[in-house]
C-alpha cells in the first residue's frame, strides 16, 4: 500500500541512470506509474531497451557509459529532446565485488570509485542547463559503507563516501536556483545483484536477517517510494540529506544476545 496519491508526478520528466536493472530500475518504474515520462539509461543496450520496454511503451532507453562526461551529457540530450526538461534526475549507477585491499588492483579500486562517485558528478553536472529550474530534484543511490567501514569494502566506502559529501555539497551550491539534492543509502535489498554478490546463500541471508533490527531486507518497491517522497511536494524543504532506507542495518548489529526474541519493559 502506498501513501501517494496516484498521478502524483504527472507533467514530470525523470531521467534514471543505472535505471536498467535493480532499485534504479524499480524507482524508474515507480515514477511512471505515478504518470511521470521516464528515461533510463545504461551501458548495455539491449538491457537498457528491455528496462524501456518493461517500464511502458513510452519510456525511452538510453546506452551510456557515466563514467564518460560526453557519453552521459548525449544522453541526456537525447532525452531532454524526447521528453522535455528534466524535472527529476536519479543517479544510481554502482559497481561492488569483495576483496581485501591487497587482494585489489589499483585498477579495480579505481573502477568503482569511477563509476560510482565520478558517474555522480558527471551525471550530475551534465544535466543541471536541462532541468526544470526551479524545482528540479536530483537524487544519488549511495550506501551504508559511506558512513560505516566494511571490510574487503574499501573501494565502495571511499567511493560512497565521497557521493554522500557531494551530495551536501551541490545541495549547498544548487539550491539558491530551487534545485534539491538528496541521496538515498539503501540497506540489504533482496533480489538486487548487489545482494547476490554478498549474501549468495539461504545460510547468509539468515545470518544477514539476524543482524538487521527489522529482522529482514528490504524490497526494491520500499526503496522506490523513499524515491517517490524526496521528489514530491512534500519533501520541498528537504535537501542535501541522506535518506536512509536500511531497516535498521545502518544502527550496528541488533543479533539477539539475550535469548529471547526482545526485552521487555515491566
Known sequence: MSAFKDNLLAGKTAFVAGGTSGINLGIAK????????????GRNPE?????????GPDALGLSCDVRDYGQIRAALEEATGKLGKLD???????????????GMSANGFRTVVDIDLNGTFNVFRACYDLLNIPGASLIAITAGQAVNPAMMQAHVCAAKAGINQLIRVLAMEWGPAGVRVNGISPGP?????GMARLSPTPEADAALNARIPLRRMGEVEEVA????????????????????????????????????????AG
Open 88 to 102: 527529476i534526475v536519479v543517479s544510481g549507477a554502482a559497481g561492488n565485488f569483495v576483496a581485501p585491499a591487497l
Open 30 to 41: 515507480r515514477y511512471a506509474e505515478l504518470g511521470a515520462k521516464v528515461a533510463v539509461a
Open 225 to 264: 517510494e523513499s524515491a517517490v517522497f524526496l521528489v514530491s511536494e512534500s519533501a520541498k524543504y528537504v535537501t542535501g540529506t541522506i535518506l536512509d532506507c536500511d531497516g535498521g542495518s545502518q544502527l550496528g548489529d541488533a543479533r539477539d544476545r539475550t535469548g529471547a526474541q526482545g526485552l521487555q
Open 189 to 193: 535489498i533482496r533480489g538486487t545483484e
Open 47 to 55: 538491457k537498457a531497451a528491455a528496462a524501456a520496454a518493461s517500464i
